[in-house]
């Protein structure tokens, strides 16, 4: 028997982990990404017409990527390759990328899978360009990062890019429960595990499979064995995950609650409660982005332009909380919360939206005065659109007293600056033009 025959006997002797063992073999055995393989969907209907070309997976952790490309790989009847940023050097591709290009001449499809081809530097993606181009591979790229800045431009203008989103709970509550009963999972085991602990795992693994099935090996391994049937209790997933009684269901009361605490405690001006808030969100599982969103809304709705800054914080936490996640991306909220606890509130900018919105609505069919018209034909110079426009940087001031409010609505005021940090500035220079603008319709 050959020395590599025997590795492969003894690597199959070997438990894999359950993520490896549940990987799925067809595309109706994935959970999530029906936008994209549910049934008369594009990426199904490619895969089933063995029309498969070259393409990119830009998703989250977890979200079957991999799985995704396997499955591609085995419905096409195409030879597999896998490769790493880490150890495939120019010349490692181009030997592989010379095999395929001999396979294709015999009819054989080739495969090239390149997880996390983000790593790849521009000579490492350049060498697979010439035999993408001529059909040598599929290329099958999978990153966390938007592709756009990620991946050469030559290479990506000849690949699809398929965007794949974060399984939901339901998604990985299934998947789990699938391998509690499937004999690749734990089927030929007595499990006893109830719905709710499943819904905690899945809440803690935050839209990742191969969190949530590791939970479970987990939670399963450290279980009460009794007999032949092994109990899994909530108490034994909040030890293997380091989670007390903080998991929550994010779609419930206690989710809305700990959003409310965060943020009235910013808008009270109360760093130490905000960032307790935040801790109790994230620790229990919270999508980072989520709160990083309402610290977009809360920058505008609650501070404005008292503190014009705290909105591009609120930007650059969003984005660092897409680039690193968690653990790492909780001092970057951290960092925003206190700014935005601490900085002078204003709500002027909300209130003047809510008092605009509520005219818009109860005057939709105001014309648009004649003098601020777009005038892009002929006739419609001849009926009078555009008379009257005054170009403002033809004027010393940089200003006129030319309306631009419907008739009906003349006058009305909707943005109303307080004296709250730098809005005092943009108070000022309102009066300023207001004043201004009232002496010359005078004139």
């Not at 939901?168 to 690749?184: G, H, N, Q, Y």
């Amino acid at each position: 028997m050959a020395f590599s025959e025997q590795i492969n006997i003894f690597e199959k002797n070997i438990a894999q982990p359950l993520p490896a063992r549940m990987r799925p073999d067809t595309l109706d055995e994935i959970v999530g990404q029906q936008h994209l393989i549910g049934k008369g969907k594009i990426l199904r209907r490619i895969i089933e017409n063995d029309a498969v070309s070259s393409m990119i997976f830009w998703g989250p952790p977890g979200v079957g990527k991999t799985t995704l490309a396997h499955v591609i790989a085995k419905q096409t009847k195409a030879e597999f390759l896998n490769f790493s940023a880490v150890t495939s050097g120019i010349k490692e591709i181009k030997n592989v990328m010379q095999q395929a290009d001999d396979n294709r001449k015999f009819g054989v499809k080739t495969i090239v899978f390149v997880d996390e081809i983000h790593r790849f530097n521009k000579a490492q993606q350049d060498a697979f360009l010439p035999f993408v181009e001529k059909g040598s591979i599929i290329l099958i790229g999978a990153t966390t990062e938007n592709p756009s800045f990620e991946v050469n431009s030559a290479l990506l203008s000849r690949c699809k890019v398929f965007v794949l989103k974060g399984l939901t709970e339901d998604d990985l509550t299934v998947l789990l429960k699938r391998a509690i009963e499937s004999p690749k999972g734990f089927g030929g085991e007595k499990i006893n595990i109830d719905e709710d602990t499943l819904r905690m795992i899945a809440v803690f693994a935050n839209g990742d499979a191969r969190t949530a099935l590791s939970t479970l090996e987990m939670a399963v391994l450290n279980g009460e064995m009794e007999g032949d049937v092994t109990t899994v209790t909530k108490e034994t997933v909040e030890q293997c995950t380091s989670k007390k009684s903080l998991l929550y269901d994010k779609n419930g009361e206690e989710h809305y609650n700990l959003i409310s605490a965060l943020h009235k405690s910013m808008r009270n001006s109360d760093p130490d409660a905000a960032v307790y808030w935040l801790a109790r969100m994230l620790e229990a599982g919270e999508d980072p982005l989520y709160i990083a969103r309402r610290l977009i809304r809360f920058a505008s709705e609650d501070v404005g332009l008292a503190e014009p800054r705290a909105l591009d914080m609120a930007v650059s936490a969003y984005q660092a909380c897409h680039f690193i996640g968690m653990p790492e991306c909780s001092v970057n909220l951290t960092q925003v919360v206190v700014h935005l606890a601490l900085a002078p509130k204003s709500n002027a900018l909300d209130v003047a939206y809510m008092r605009a919105k509520e005219d818009a609505q109860n005057t939709l069919a105001e014309p648009v005065p004649l003098q601020i018209r777009n005038a892009p034909t002929k006739l419609m110079k001849e009926l009078g659109y555009g008379d009257g426009y005054k170009y403002a940087h033809d004027y010393e001031e940089k200003v006129t007293a030319m309306s631009c409010l419907p008739d009906a609505l003349e006058g009305k005021e909707y943005y109303r600056p307080t004296e709250q940090g730098n809005e005092t500035r943009y108070k000022e220079r309102l009066e300023q033009i207001k004043a201004w603008k009232k002496e010359h319709r005078k004139d």
